[in-house]
């Protein structure tokens, strides 16, 4: 039974993909990772940890399939696991599996750790017929096996159950019948609202018409019965699995600013680690078909800058289809930063002081940000490269150079014409000349 006091944390791994796969309503069981060996999983699990407070009493592990499924998470990994709760002081480990995967062999690494294990569950419905038409792969006998053999190693059981599944006669009775029956087995029960992640059977379903999910209202009434009950959660709004790479975005526990000029402010493992996710680990939306690479903003977050308020007042002037087309992308003293990153830290805490830069601290910057470019543009390919900067800044040169150096044409949103008119001016970029220009060049993009 939850605790009001409990402090909780989930730890998303990305590795392989269920072994069952055919529940047909679950994007999860869609997802094909590539499969992860020990180290890189050792790596996923440390990142994670950087960002745990003390205190944390209970962790809960997913992997869009079964933790307990050695081939998707290898022995090693789930005693690391382990290990690294038993060092955080975490109490409570949390796994999801179906009760395939639970067994005197595949339960071993969790025994004798000291931590109270609790198994979670989709169990979807009580009624056996029902879930084989989700097909799901188990009956209730099977997770009463499960549970059994979980208990009689003094652990504990948590379950899912879906709100409106599809070809459910009657939500109310299913929801009343399938909770009464799991709390017979387990210490607590979430109530799903059934929702039609992409590219599922239901999905299609929904597409036809033959399914639709509830809306907060209809789930609360199908639900209220248990509303009083502890023992019972809620998530009214599960739509679809978020994207892999979100497994790896770097975790920070010490927030401190990062405020100077050249050295350490250029090059630092904060900076390094965000690099690396961002040429290694993360995906560019596929609708982002042009870069627009562009300066920071001394205010932070940067969309409080003036710069940046008045490029997304350019992109405002743009229907739809061309805004989700353009992607921004900072170049600052931390790297290159896409914009959906803007408010993380550091991109959110530093400050680089440009009039306190030298000649060798502007080399340093230009060849580090070149390096940086190189390793972004050859991670992320786009259809076209612009840039909106001023002539002299060194993020162009390294831009330039970057481009140069891998064949990439780029295309700038300033003119020369423009530039001589504006150069001595204070915020040059934001002068309504200057964003004429990004408005035509963009409007070129779009021709
Ligand atoms: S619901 Fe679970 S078992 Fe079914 S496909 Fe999704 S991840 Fe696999």
């Known amino acids: 039974m939850k605790s009001p006091q409990l402090r909780e944390r989930t ?16 994007g999860y069981g869609k997802l094909k990772e590539e499969r992860l060996g020990g180290d890189a999983l050792k790596e996923q699990i440390d990142n994670f940890f950087n960002g745990v407070e003390p205190g944390v009493d209970v962790l809960r592990v997913y992997v869009s399939g079964n933790v307990t499924d050695r081939a998707q998470v290898p022995v090693e990994t789930q005693a690391y696991m382990v290990q690294k709760c038993r060092g955080f002081g ?64 003094g652990w504990g059981v948590k379950t899912y159950l879906l709100v409106n599944p599809p070809f459910c006669a009657d939500v109310k009775k299913d929801v009343d019948d399938s909770v009464a029956y799991a709390l017979k087995w387990a210490d607590e029960v979430t109530l799903i609202n059934c929702q039609p992640h992409a590219g599922t059977e239901l999905h299609a379903m929904h597409e036809r018409g033959e399914w639709k999910p509830l809306d907060k209202a209809q789930f609360f009434d199908a639900t209220k019965e248990w509303l009083s009950d502890a023992r019972v959660r809620y998530d009214a709004t599960q739509y679809a699995p978020f994207p892999s790479w979100k497994s790896w975005l770097p975790q920070f526990k010490e927030q401190t600013p990062l405020v100077g000029t050249g050295g350490e402010f250029l090059e630092n493992e904060v900076y390094d680690r965000w690099q690396k996710f961002i040429c290694e680990r993360y995906v560019v939306r596929d609708e982002r078909k042009t870069a627009l690479f562009i300066p920071c903003s001394y205010t932070k977050p940067y969309i409080n800058g003036p710069l940046h308020r008045a490029i997304w007042r350019v992109l405002d002037s743009f229907d739809a289809e061309v805004k989700q087309s353009i992607h921004l992308v900072v170049i600052s003293s931390p790297g290159v930063i896409p914009i959906e990153f803007a408010d993380y830290y550091p991109f959110n805490a530093y400050d680089w002081k440009p009039w306190e830069e030298t000649a060798s601290i502007k080399e340093a910057y230009t ?81």
């Open 11 to 26: 730890m998303i791994l990305s590795s392989g993909r269920c072994a069952w796969a055919k529940c047909m309503y679950c």
């Open 367 to 447: 060849r580090v940000t070149k390096k940086r470019l190189v390793d972004y543009l050859k991670a992320h390919k786009y259809e076209r490269v612009l840039c909106y900067f001023t002539m002299d800044a060194e993020s162009y040169d390294a831009l330039k150079q970057a481009c140069n150096e891998l064949g990439v044409e780029l295309i700038t949103c300033l003119r020369e014409e423009t530039w001589s008119l504006i150069k001595d001016e204070k915020n040059a970029l934001t002068r309504p000349e200057a964003l004429e220009d990004l408005k035509g060049a963009l409007t070129a993009v779009r021709a």
């Open 90 to 153: 975490i109490r409570t480990l949390l796994v999801e599996t179906l009760p395939q995967f639970v067994s005197e062999k595949t339960l071993e690494p969790f025994k004798g750790s000291g931590l109270r294990m609790v198994f979670a569950m989709g169990l979807e419905c009580y009624d056996d017929a029902l879930r084989a038409k989700l097909q799901k792969g188990f009956t209730r006998a099977d997770f009463e096996k499960a549970c059994a053999l979980i208990r009689a190693n």
